[in-house]
């Protein structure tokens, strides 16, 4: 029989486990520890944008006829809120001229920007870097496709409890949108190109989808889309591996887990991202 008291923190998440003659194990990870994270990398990147430069560019914005494009969205991420494609903070919108000037962190490296007109029936991605600093850019838009597909787990017959799906384009270790939540869905709309999806969740581990987006079709379901199980959620309910001691205090280094069976014993389990 197993008890647990759970405690969440910046680095990690902790477990008390009770060991009875029947030994198990229990792991869980949900929307709190998700908070946490987001917060801890809102600060980091609070911290990298006082230490990193910045950079401007003016983005020209036309249709297939050269037609200035007003009212379109500029961004270097999105986000999927309400089923629709939301630009992330620091968003431009071109004025009535199909202009706008982007501010940029410099990574100092190239980054995409996706650009999606009002309606979101056209867009087109970008390559910037501080090379383009004060420069004008012109970016010609073409027809959006919808990308979309549900998140499932057949090992575990369920879908992750939540879930996350993020669009990096060809060429780019940077991602431009994202999907998460409870759903374990995607549902995007992306100029037509090339991307690689990345889909991770609860209990499951990550996928990488290469997928190939063209002009003429204008939807793509990918159906379901299947995730390995991981490790740790393998072994819920289930006896507890027969773990060895590399080192240890106040016990012998030559230690094994099932010495303690039948005894209190706390494990405390640290994890980094």
């Not at 992750?160 to 409870?182: C, I, K, L, R, Y």
């Not at 989808?209 to 995730?227: I, N």
Request: a positive charge.
């Amino acid at each position: 029989m197993t008890q647990t008291n759970q405690f969440r923190g910046l680095a990690g998440f902790y477990e008390f486990v009770t060991l009875r003659p029947c030994i198990s194990v229990g792991f869980d990870h949900d929307r709190s520890m998700i908070r946490v994270w987001a917060f801890v990398w809102a600060s980091v990147a609070a911290s990298w944008n006082i230490m990193a430069g910045t950079f401007s560019v003016t983005l020209n914005v036309t249709d297939a006829d050269k037609r200035p494009l007003p009212d379109a969205n500029a961004a270097l991420f999105w986000q999927v809120k309400d089923g629709a494609m939301t630009p992330s903070s620091g968003y431009v919108v071109t004025d009535e001229r199909g202009k706008a000037v982007l501010q940029v962190d410099d990574w100092s490296q190239p980054r995409p920007v996706m650009v999606l007109s009002m309606d979101r029936k056209l867009g087109g991605v970008l390559t910037i870097s501080n090379q383009n600093d004060g420069k004008e850019l012109t970016v010609t838009l073409g027809p959006t496709v919808r990308v979309k597909g549900k998140l499932e787990c057949k090992e575990l017959d369920r879908r992750p409890s939540w879930a996350n799906t993020m669009v990096m384009p060809d060429g780019f270790s940077a991602q431009v949108a994202q999907h998460m939540g409870e759903s374990a869905e995607f549902d995007f709309v992306l100029p037509a190109g090339k991307y690689t999806l990345r889909s991770y969740g609860t209990d499951v581990e990550d996928r990488r989808e290469v997928v190939t987006l063209a002009s003429d079709k204008r939807e793509y379901d990918l159906g379901t889309v299947d995730l390995k199980a991981s490790a740790i959620a393998k072994l819920k309910g289930k006896p507890a591996p027969g773990w060895k001691i590399t080192d240890a205090r106040g016990v012998k280094k030559n230690s094994k887990l099932s010495d303690f069976k039948g005894k209190w014993l706390y494990l405390e389990f640290w994890g980094f991202w």
